[in-house]
Structure formats: C-alpha cells, structure tokens
C-alpha cells in the first residue's frame, strides 16, 4: 500500500506550486473575507474574536477539500482514462493496498494542505498553541475520513459529473454547518444534535480545543465520532472499488 | 547483452515437468452472458502458446481470470503448479503483462513508468535501475528514458509497455494482443524481441487476431470459438491436418461451381461453398481439379494459411460484442 501511496506522491511532488494554490486558496480567501471583512462586526463568539473562531475551522476545512477532491477528480481519473488502477492490480498490488493506499495518500494530500493552512495563521494574527501540534492526527484522521468517501463516489461514479452530487449534497453543506462559522452551542434541540454528529462537526471542535488550548472541553465523543467514521467509510470504499474493478 | 534481458529462472526451469500454466473447465458467465464454456489450456516451460479467436470469444477474460481482475465461475486454474486465486501474489511476482489497452503512467516519464513499476513489486531500488538501463536498452527506448508518455510514438509505447512488463524477470508474460494497432515497421520490430526472449527459454501467453503474428511467434496455437477450444496444434501441423496445403478459390456462376464441386468428390481435398464462390483446400493434388482450372478464367491458388484454417473455423459472419 506504500507502494501506491509513494506513486502518488512522486506525481504531486512535479506539480505541487499549482496543487497547494489549489488547495489552499478557498480557505485562505474565506478567512480574509469572513474574518476580516464580516468579523468587523460580528461580536465575540465562545470568548473569541470572529476571525480567531472561524481560523481553526478552516483549517479544517482544508484538509476535507484536499481529502475529497483528490479521490474523486484525481483518483477517478487514474480509474477510468488513464487505466492506473488496472496497471497496479496487474502486479502482486491487491485490491485492499490500492484503495488503503489511495485512501492514505488522499489523507496524507490533505493533511499537508492543513499544516500549511495552520502555519499561516500567526499571518492573520491568529497565535496558535503548543497543543496544535496533537491536531496532526486529528487532521490525519479526518483525511481519510473524507478520502474514503470520495474513494466511495470514485468507486461508483459513471462520469466527473457525478462529483458535482458529493459537492454539492455533501462537501459543501459540512462545510457551512459543522460550526465553521457559527457556535452549534447556540442551536437548540434534535438539531444541535444531529449537526454534532457531523464528521466535520467534531473536527472542528477539536481543532479549537487544540488550536487554543482549551482543554476544559469534553473531547471524547468528537474523537469516538472520527473514528466510527474512519472505519466506516473506508471499509465501505474498499468493498466498493473491489465492486468496481474485479468482476 | 540481450541474452540479460530474459527471464532469470525460466532458462534454468526447463527441467521442471508442471506446466507453467494449467486450465481445466474454466468457465465464467457475465449476468446471462456465458463468455468461457469449459476451456482447457495447457501451456509447457518454454514455449509460446496463442490464443486464437474472433473477438468475445473469451480470450481477455481467460486472461483477466488469470490475473485476478475476474473472477471464474467454475474451474481450476494453476500457475507454476499453484491454485489461483489463494496463491495470486504469490504468482504475480513470476507474471509479466503487456495488457491490450495502453496503461502506461502518463504522470510518469519513461524511466519512471519503470521504476514506479518495480516497487509494486518490491524489486530493490538499484536493482530497478539496472534492469530498466538493460530493458530501455533492450528495446531501443534508452534515447527516450525521461520523455513524457504522450510525447513516444504507438510503437515506443507498445515496446514501453513490454519493457514494463519484464522488470520482474516473468518466468510467464502474457502478452495481450501486443502489436494492436501498430505500423508494419514497429510490429517487425516488437516481433523481432520477441522471438528473441523465446528463444531463451521466456514462456509466452500470446492472444492475437494477426495470423501473421501467431504464426512467426507461436510455438502452440489453440483456436478459441464461444468459450470453448475447438481447435489445437502447431501453426502449420494443424492447418495442413485439417486443411490441406494448398487453397484454390474458384468464382463463377452458381451451377458452374455446383458441377465443380459434385466432380471433386473423389479427391482428397474438401470444399467450401460461398456465392459465387468455391474454396478448395487441397490434401493430395487431384486431376479433376487441374481440368477444372481450365475452365474457370477466375482461379487463385496459394498455400494455405492459419487464416484459412481460422476462418473455415469460426465462420466468415462478422463477429460484434
């Protein structure tokens, strides 16, 4: 599976300036706008400026963008016009160790978006804290949480269209309700619970935990939460692109 | 050098009496579709074996079966004596692949496609790059080795996709097809390699529809005809045993062949009817064929060939899937 992994990362290494500009400029573009433009005047939320809430969440939200749209358009290309995946299902590369490696490589893309993200926000004035460095699995984990679901789409797809259903009806809605830009606290009900349960929802509880050190918080079910969704979708991803390529 | 390129144990093997390859009752049905209706295939240490066959009739599939990207109905098949599918990375290690569509890494230079290729099978780093100096050698590729795949020729690719397949030092190459789509030059030039890696001792799997092909390279032929073979041998044992040597094609009216054909029924030769159209396969030579050329301003009389024989075969009705 590191097999897969490294073949990936060879390619991205000849065109990684345009692949991070790619990756990193939505998340970047919201925190100007929202943080600075919107932040003016918005209140503080949870104790925080605007900008320093919605920071950790958008970090977060890079690693998912990273994650999603490397195993949908990217590994859906090397599927179907390039014949990648049957090239390496050729050689003694099973099933299991193209998907894993697939799955980890999505993760590892996405998680290298996200450090980045986070090492650049001392540029917008935003400090984080030693704990950040214990958000590096946190956002590994959701890596493959989202690899794995792109890896699902990929493993059912028919066309790139077909991607515009995972955008629309799922990245983009985690997005703007996992509590990136407003406190689910403030929700009441059934609601409040359901959006917790989001996957995104928890990674972005604990990258402010994390982000700012506030460890007075109860992280259990945030990390229980990821990692149901990790098992979850990448054995379903696995099952589906074995579906997909062995008849 | 070239005696390097070639498979490491298969030269060494040849006293080894289990075949490479072993294929008894493999059947496989797509839905409703039955694509493979019990073949049996047996393929020796050494020897090129081509599968032969009008398009659907389950040549791909035996061979993806093999390699594990279908999975058999019924059926036992053995590589190098072990049970597909439990011992399938185990013997992929020992299988190289040419496969009929171009897979090569378009991400990837020509070296690379190489080298990424030998870590999916473990093949040490140092170790790669000299067995792929030998193989871009080997196949007139070194010139090319840091070109972009889009910018090689159909030929460079097909050879590309050759030297890829040899990294591992296949004791089995299967070769899909190997010169589909190719200019006579470029498929002079993959023959010509070829026959050079079974000449020492490299065992081939070869599935092709150019008789020409078949014909240079196969040591063994089976024709394959709706998932079953119906035909075995040598190329040219087997077409003059059920052909003949010769061909004569006679064209003329209807009753004139008719006539022609009734005359022709003592002799050692058997015939075909199409409109307007006689083919005569000849065993022994006959005198009633020869006072027949006489008659007809239409004759055309050559030796015949695995095209002759493939085609008595499997029909001349045009075959779609």
Redesign the interface.
């Known amino acids: 599976m590191y097999q897969v992994w490294f073949r990936n990362f060879s390619v991205w290494l000849k065109h990684m300036r345009a692949s991070l500009i790619g990756n990193l400029g939505q998340p970047l573009l919201f925190l100007l706008a929202m943080g600075y433009g919107l932040g003016r005047s918005v209140p503080e939320i949870e104790g925080l400026s605007y900008l320093q809430f919605i920071a950790p969440g958008l970090v977060a939200s890079s690693v998912m963008y990273g994650a999603a749209f490397e195993t949908t358009y990217g590994s859906y290309t090397r599927l179907s016009t390039q014949g990648t995946f049957e090239a390496i299902l050729m050689t003694p590369v099973s099933i299991f160790e193209l998907a894993m490696g697939e799955i980890l490589w999505g993760a590892t893309k996405g998680l290298i978006g996200g450090i980045i993200m986070l090492a650049m926000l001392p540029l917008f004035g935003v400090m984080p804290s030693p704990w950040s460095a214990v958000l590096v699995p946190v956002l590994f984990a959701e890596g493959i949480i989202f690899s794995a679901m792109g890896m699902i789409m990929t493993a059912v797809a028919s066309n790139y269209d077909f991607f515009n259903y995972f955008t629309s009806l799922v990245i983009t809605p985690l997005f703007l309700f996992s509590g990136i830009f407003f406190s689910l606290k403030t929700i009441a009900g059934p609601i409040r619970n359901i959006l917790e349960l989001l996957p995104l929802s928890s990674v972005v509880l604990l990258s402010r935990v994390f982000c700012y050190g506030r460890l007075d918080e109860n992280i259990l079910p945030a990390l229980a939460n990821l990692a149901v969704y990790a098992i979850i979708s990448s054995w379903a991803a696995i099952f589906l692109l074995k579906r997909r390529m062995i008849k | 050098m070239h005696h390097q390129v070639t498979g490491s144990s298969s030269a060494s093997n040849r006293s080894d009496e289990r075949p490479v390859l072993e294929i008894t009752g493999l059947r496989k049905t ?1 839905g409703q579709r039955e694509v493979l209706k019990g073949l049996n295939i047996r393929l020796e240490s050494g020897i090129c074996l081509a599968l032969l066959g009008p398009n659907g009739a389950g040549k791909t599939t035996t061979i ?1 079966i093999i ?5 058999a109905t019924g059926g036992e098949i053995k590589v190098f004596g072990k049970s597909i599918p439990r011992n ?3 013997v ?2 020992q299988v190289g ?1 040419v ?1 009929q ?8 230079t020509v070296l ?1 496609n190489l080298l ?2 030998a ?4 093949i040490k780093k140092a170790a790669a790059r000299q067995r792929a100096a030998e193989l871009l050698e080997f196949f007139a590729l070194t010139n090319r080795r840091d070109e972009i795949i889009q910018n090689l020729s159909g030929g460079q690719r097909r050879r590309l996709l050759l030297a890829r397949a040899l990294m591992n030092r296949p004791r089995l190459l299967i070769l899909d097809e190997p010169t589909i789509g190719l200019d006579p030059q470029a498929r002079l030039l993959i023959w010509e390699r070829l026959r050079h890696l079974r000449k020492h001792g490299t065992t081939m799997l070869l599935t092709s529809h150019y008789m020409e092909e078949v014909t240079r390279l196969a040591t063994k032929v089976i024709i394959i005809d709706y998932g079953k073979s119906i035909a075995r041998g040598s190329p040219t044992e087997m077409v003059e045993r059920m052909l003949g040597t010769e061909i004569m094609e006679f064209s003329g009216p209807e009753e004139k062949l008719a006539r022609l054909q009734k005359a022709l029924e003592d002799c050692n030769v058997s015939t075909e009817r199409l409109k307007n159209r006689l083919y005569v396969y000849i065993k022994q030579g006959c005198r009633e064929l020869d006072s027949a050329a006489m008659d007809f301003p239409m004759v055309i009389k050559r030796p015949a060939t695995l095209e002759d024989l493939f085609l008595k075969l499997t029909g001349r009705n045009l075959r779609e899937t």
């Open positions: 797509f993806r390699l594990g990207l279908v999975v399938l990375r185990k992929k290690y692949v496969p569509m171009d897979n090569l890494d378009p991400d990837l690379e990424i290729y870590r999916y099978f473990r």
